[in-house]
């Protein structure tokens, strides 16, 4: 009986150790993996302003454990038409990282926290508050604009100002001035009492009742002097 033959393998599987050219070509990748996913999670992220810098219109921001560099914060208009409104030590914000860069990242205010919470519930006020307790509200529940906290307020305008309003109402607890050449008051004038000191003038009929009209210390309704025959002469009539 002859013996079997052993039968010679149709392929044989080779391991072979990987050379150096794969072996960077690999960790390569893992950097770039690793770089890529770093981009991503720098392009959108929360953080806290730490430190502004008003003159150059910069802040830094903690975000984690980082600590930015100056960066600029977005406003509304930055053109013909420009607006400011710096944001503050303790805001919290969004960091907008252009490829996940966050050394030239942008700062867009703002986002309400424990520290800093909604100064308004309503569904669709537009309502300003500021650190010195002064309040700016519109309520369009009510149509009600509201301004308060305030110590001064200044109007200038090179030409006119116009309020049309059916009533006017002010309160003023000292004083009221009125500083120009002419005041024109078009129709009725209602007061509780009247001092003019420079003089003037009057035109048309007056009536005047229910009190005593002096003139140079004389009451003119009783008012007498002498008459042509001796005598004084009686009250006007």
């Not at 770089?35 to 921001?61: K, P, Q, W, Y």
């Not at 604009?145 to 607890?173: F, M, R």
């Amino acid at each position: 009986m002859r013996p079997a033959l052993c039968q010679k393998p149709d392929s044989l599987v080779r391991f072979s150790k990987p050379g150096p050219h794969s072996i960077i070509s690999a960790m390569n990748t893992q950097l770039s993996l690793q770089e890529m996913a770093r981009a991503l999670r720098n392009m959108i992220r929360t953080g806290i302003i730490v430190d502004i810098d008003l003159t150059s219109g910069r802040c830094r921001v903690q975000t984690g454990g980082i600590v930015t560099q100056w960066l600029q914060w977005l406003t509304h208009r930055a053109g013909h038409s420009r607006t400011w409104w710096a944001p503050s030590v303790g805001e919290q914000v969004l960091l907008l990282a252009v490829g996940g860069e966050l050394d030239t990242a942008f700062v867009l205010p703002g986002i309400f926290s424990d520290d800093n919470p909604a100064p308004s519930v309503s569904a669709d006020a537009w309502h300003v508050a500021f650190p010195d307790g002064a309040v700016f509200e519109y309520e369009p529940q009510n149509s009600a604009l509201k301004v308060s906290g305030i110590k001064t307020a200044d109007i200038t305008a090179s030409q006119s100002v116009t309020v049309s309003v059916p009533e006017v109402k002010v309160v003023a607890s000292t004083r009221i001035t009125l500083d120009t050449p002419e005041v024109v008051c078009t129709n009725k004038l209602i007061t509780s009492t009247l001092e003019v000191q420079k003089g003037g003038t009057m035109s048309g009929n007056i009536s005047h009742s229910g009190g005593s009209l002096s003139s140079n210390g004389k009451v003119l309704h009783t008012h007498q002097h002498p008459g042509d025959s001796g005598g004084t002469t009686g009250a006007p009539l």
